[in-house]
């Protein structure tokens, strides 16, 4: 039995901060190699996803953001049109996207823009993309779009983004699924917040609940 075992302060709502994303079509949202949300509208309607999240600096921010495209032609409506894309974060602790992050298109198209004879050229994901020790300094800065080149709809305008940037590759209508990455070493805000990591490892100061043994007092030799 651990001796002077400290008492476990379970984070609350209150250490939390809130995740605003909205992209143009869709994406999924590592934190620190985890993944914590994912836009649950593949196309249409544009829709901000707003989520609480549990930080912990330095915090490596993974985003797989999707442009709605046909896998083979690279173009939406039923292969009339070619599709734009766009992406856009704000955390509760500052964290904004802007040309700082990185990207990586894995997928673009209609090649060429040829729309005559449209066809998409990919790359394999890289595996463990999203980790917090993958080696990004390959990946090109990102490229900062304004909301006119974007075009977002209206939900975007009900939720905080003030001081973040529309981000992308350097095409934002060709190239139809973006890989981006940033570290944030220090809160923005500047406010000190507790690190939660390694609490399932922790073992606690009293009894685990459900645990029958534990609640049970001692019985005397007499006890039957």
């Keep these: 039995m651990m001796a002077n075992a400290e008492p476990i302060r379970k984070p609350t709502i209150a250490d939390t901060i809130r995740a605003n994303v909205y992209a143009d079509n869709s994406f999924k949202l590592y ?11 593949a196309f249409v309607p544009h829709n901000v996803v707003s989520v609480d999240i549990l930080p912990a600096y330095p915090m490596t921010i993974a985003v797989m953001a999707i442009d709605n495209a046909d896998p083979k032609t690279g173009m939406e409506y039923a ?9 856009i974060l704000k955390f509760g602790d ?15 198209g209609p090649v060429g823009g040829d ?10 994901v890289p595996d463990n ?7 990004d300094s390959s990946w090109s800065r990102a490229k900062e779009y304004t909301e006119e080149e974007v075009g977002p709809k209206e939900p975007f305008y009900e939720h905080d983004f003030k001081g973040a940037k529309f981000i992308w590759s350097d095409d934002v209508k060709l190239d139809n699924v973006v890989l981006f990455r940033t570290v944030i070493q220090t809160p923005p805000d500047g406010k000190s917040r507790p690190d ?3 609490l399932t490892d922790t073992v606690p100061a009293s009894p685990r609940r459900g645990d029958r043994n534990s609640q049970r007092p001692p019985r005397s030799p007499e006890t039957p």
């Design 31 to 41: 934190i620190n190699g985890e993944l914590v949300a994912v836009d649950s509208i």
């Design 115 to 124: 729309t005559e004879n449209p066809r998409v050229e990919s790359l394999p």
């Design 196 to 198: 939660f990591r390694g």
């Design 79 to 87: 292969n009339t049109n070619i599709g734009d894309g766009g992406f």
């Design 129 to 135: 993309w999203f980790a917090v020790d993958f080696d």
């Design 94 to 108: 500052g964290t904004v996207t802007n040309a700082t992050w990185k990207a990586k298109k894995i997928s673009w």
